[in-house]
């Protein structure tokens, strides 16, 4: 009779066991979404300056993303009249949360991330998201950071190192080949 118990106990424990490991996990899936709604929220209102319409953002289980007003109302993104660019700019957001809720800061490689963007949308997400101190690898064209202008010169101090691939021949014989220069389509640092 005593093994009946202790067998039934185990059981009971174990089952207990289970549904507190299943409230540990939701709540760290909450907890975790809503670092991650704070930090892509925050830098999407401060590099789009829609800051006057919305206060924050958040996602539902589903990832579906709201937009927060001031007086506590939710706008659908879908709803929220976002342009291409802005949408750039919150998936770029979203993998700067990443990188910054990850236990190791790995170097972040982009391609051609500001080429939807407006002028001052790419200087913001320059400043915001990719100078600001970790490691990154901007793959670019002169078309997005024009080597003539002043935005090249504000951020050249924050740049290590510039490389141009320069194709030369016909890329449909065998003699096409890419060579790789120091600089920043002639700009040098």
């Not at 750039?88 to 949360?97: H, K, P, S, Y």
């Amino acid at each position: 009779m005593q093994k009946v118990q202790k067998g039934r106990d185990l059981n009971s424990l174990a089952h207990r066991y289970r549904d507190a490991v299943s409230q540990i996990k939701s709540s760290a899936a909450i907890s975790l979404r809503e670092k991650i709604a704070d930090i892509v929220g925050g830098l999407w209102l401060d590099i789009t300056d829609r800051g006057l319409e919305y206060v924050g953002m958040e996602f539902d289980q589903h990832w579906n993303c709201f937009l927060k007003k001031s007086d506590g109302s939710r706008v659908s993104w879908e709803s929220a009249n976002t342009s291409a660019g802005q949408r750039q700019v919150r998936i770029l957001a979203f993998t700067e949360a990443l990188r910054r809720l990850g236990r190791f800061v790995t170097p972040l490689v982009v391609d051609t991330p500001l080429g939807r963007l407006d002028k001052e949308v790419r200087e913001n997400v320059l400043e915001r998201l990719y100078l600001s101190g970790h490691q990154s690898i901007i793959l670019t064209t002169n078309a997005e950071i024009d080597p003539k202008s002043d935005l090249f010169d504000r951020i050249a101090p924050h740049l290590s190192r510039v490389y141009t691939l320069n194709p030369q021949g016909d890329p449909e014989s065998n003699s096409y080949q890419v060579r790789v220069s120091n600089d920043y389509f002639k700009r040098v640092l």
